[in-house]
C-alpha cells in the first residue's frame, strides 16, 4: 500500500473513532488491508494496547467526505485514532478507562508535536454529520476536557421549561458554523442536532432543537473562533 506522505506542518487536526467492529481482529484486519481502502494511524484496543499502523508523516484513510472549518476532505490534515468498540449496530459499549487513559496520553503527545488546538479534536460525527455518528454518545468528551484535550460546555443551569422545543433554528446553525461545522443541511436537521448532542447533550439525544441544546451552541461559539 503506498500512501503519501506530508509535512508535519499539515497536521492540524485528530480524528476520533470507533471500530464499528464485532472484534479487534477484524478490525485491525480490515484497517491494514488495502483492498479495504480504510486505515488509520492507531487504534487503541479495549485493554490499552495502542497499534501504530500508518507512520504520522502518511495519509491513512480514515475520514473520507469531509469539512471542518477551512478544511475539506480531513484525511490529508489530520491523525485519525480507532478505539476498539462494537458500535452502534453490533452493540455500542462504554469505553473502558485504561482505554480512554492511553488516549489522553497518545493526545497529548500528538498536540505537543504538531500544535494541535483543542476545536480540531474531533469526532468522526463533527467533520461528517450527515453520514457517521461515531465516537458515539458514551464517548467521554467531558473527561478528555477536563484533561485539556477537545472542548466541551461548561456546567449550564437548567430553568423551568429549558428543554422545550424552540423555533430559532436559525440561530443554531449559525453558532455551528462558527464552531467549525460545515455539513449545514436544513432538510437534514434531525440528523446534525442528534450528532451535536451525541457529544454536547448526551444524557438526551433526541434530534429536536431545544432550548437547552441551543444555550450549549450558544456557549460554544462564543469560545470559537472562524479559521
Given at each position: 500500500?503506498?500512501?503519501?506522505?506530508?509535512?508535519?506542518?499539515?497536521?492540524?487536526?485528530?480524528?476520533?473513532?470507533?471500530?464499528?467492529?464485532?472484534?479487534?481482529?477484524?478490525?485491525?484486519?480490515?484497517?491494514t488491508n488495502p483492498k479495504s481502502k480504510v486505515s488509520c494511524h492507531y487504534l487503541i484496543n479495549r485493554k490499552g494496547k495502542v497499534f501504530s499502523l500508518v507512520k504520522d508523516n502518511h495519509i491513512a484513510w480514515h475520514a473520507g467526505k469531509?469539512?471542518?472549518?477551512?478544511?475539506?476532505?480531513?484525511?490529508?490534515?489530520?491523525?485519525?485514532?480507532?478505539?476498539?468498540?462494537?458500535?452502534?449496530?453490533?452493540?455500542?459499549?462504554?469505553?473502558?478507562?485504561?482505554?480512554?487513559?492511553?488516549?489522553?496520553?497518545?493526545?497529548?503527545?500528538?498536540?505537543?508535536?504538531?500544535?494541535?488546538?483543542?476545536?480540531?479534536?474531533?469526532?468522526?460525527?463533527?467533520?461528517?454529520?450527515?453520514?457517521?455518528?461515531?465516537?458515539?454518545?458514551?464517548?467521554?468528551?467531558?473527561?478528555?476536557?477536563?484533561?485539556?484535550?477537545?472542548?466541551?460546555?461548561?456546567?449550564?443551569?437548567?430553568?423551568?421549561?429549558?428543554?422545550?422545543?424552540?423555533?430559532?433554528?436559525?440561530?443554531?446553525?449559525?453558532?455551528?458554523?462558527?464552531?467549525?461545522?460545515?455539513?449545514?443541511?436544513?432538510?437534514?436537521?434531525?440528523?446534525?442536532?442528534?450528532?451535536?448532542?451525541?457529544?454536547?447533550?448526551?444524557?438526551?439525544?433526541?434530534?429536536?432543537?431545544?432550548?437547552?441544546?441551543?444555550?450549549?451552541?450558544?456557549?460554544?461559539?462564543?469560545?470559537?473562533?472562524?479559521?
Amino acid at each position: 500500500m503506498i500512501l503519501k506522505q506530508r509535512s508535519n506542518k499539515s497536521i492540524t487536526a485528530i480524528i476520533l473513532h470507533y471500530t464499528g467492529m464485532q472484534s479487534e481482529r477484524e478490525s485491525l484486519k480490515k484497517l491494514t488491508n488495502p483492498k479495504s481502502k480504510v486505515s488509520c494511524h492507531y487504534l487503541i484496543n479495549r485493554k490499552g494496547k495502542v497499534f501504530s499502523l500508518v507512520k504520522d508523516n502518511h495519509i491513512a484513510w480514515h475520514a473520507g467526505k469531509s469539512m471542518w472549518k477551512k478544511y475539506r476532505n480531513l484525511n490529508k490534515n489530520s491523525i485519525g485514532v480507532e478505539l476498539v468498540n462494537k458500535g452502534h449496530k453490533y452493540g455500542y459499549q462504554k469505553f473502558t478507562k485504561v482505554q480512554i487513559n492511553r488516549l489522553v496520553i497518545l493526545c497529548r503527545n500528538l498536540k505537543k508535536k504538531y500544535r494541535i488546538k483543542n476545536q480540531f479534536i474531533l469526532g468522526h460525527s463533527d467533520i461528517a454529520p450527515l453520514r457517521k455518528i461515531d465516537p458515539g454518545e458514551k464517548f467521554p468528551w467531558k473527561y478528555l476536557s477536563s484533561k485539556n484535550i477537545g472542548i466541551y460546555p461548561k456546567k449550564i443551569k437548567i430553568k423551568n421549561g429549558f428543554q422545550l422545543k424552540t423555533k430559532n433554528n436559525k440561530a443554531f446553525f449559525k453558532n455551528l458554523y462558527k464552531i467549525g461545522y460545515r455539513y449545514l443541511n436544513k432538510r437534514l436537521q434531525n440528523r446534525i442536532i442528534k450528532n451535536f448532542q451525541r457529544r454536547y447533550r448526551q444524557k438526551k439525544v433526541n434530534g429536536f432543537l431545544d432550548k437547552e441544546t441551543l444555550k450549549i451552541s450558544d456557549i460554544l461559539a462564543k469560545k470559537s473562533n472562524i479559521s
